[in-house]
Nanobody, 123 residues
């Protein structure tokens, strides 16, 4: 089992930045690829970014590429999502997730999920 706890969400204005963190415990964190997803009210959960276990080439949704950056620190069992130039359409609950297959974009490939952290961007 892997337990994931997100933090760092909040209410910001358009153009501001936030950094989300996801702390992992349980099994060896460095064995898992990590992803960030988000879900807005009335919408399906969507992929945001993912990073392989090695911290190599990451994947990003088109809507966030160039604005968001995913990173990980395996010594701290933590994955981060730096979000810059935030827009109102980025408003959602953000979830981190873990899998052993790679930096996948499909939610169903992830085995473990956190409870989420709310990000609200006002215009």
């Amino acid at each position: 089992q892997v337990q994931l706890v997100e933090s760092g969400g909040g209410l910001v204005q358009a153009g501001d930045s936030l950094r989300l963190s996801c702390a992992a415990s349980g099994r060896t964190f460095s064995n898992y690829a990590m992803g960030w997803f988000r879900q807005a009210p009335g919408r399906e959960r969507e992929f945001v970014a993912a990073i392989p276990w090695s911290g190599g080439k990451s994947n990003y949704a088109v809507s966030v590429k160039g604005r968001f950056a995913i990173s990980r620190d395996n010594t701290k069992n933590t994955v981060y999502l730096q979000m810059n130039s935030l827009k109102p359409e980025d408003t959602a609950v953000y979830f981190c997730a873990a899998n052993q297959f790679g930096a996948a974009i499909m939610p169903r490939t992830y085995d473990y999920w956190g409870q989420g952290t709310q990000v609200t961007v006002s215009s």
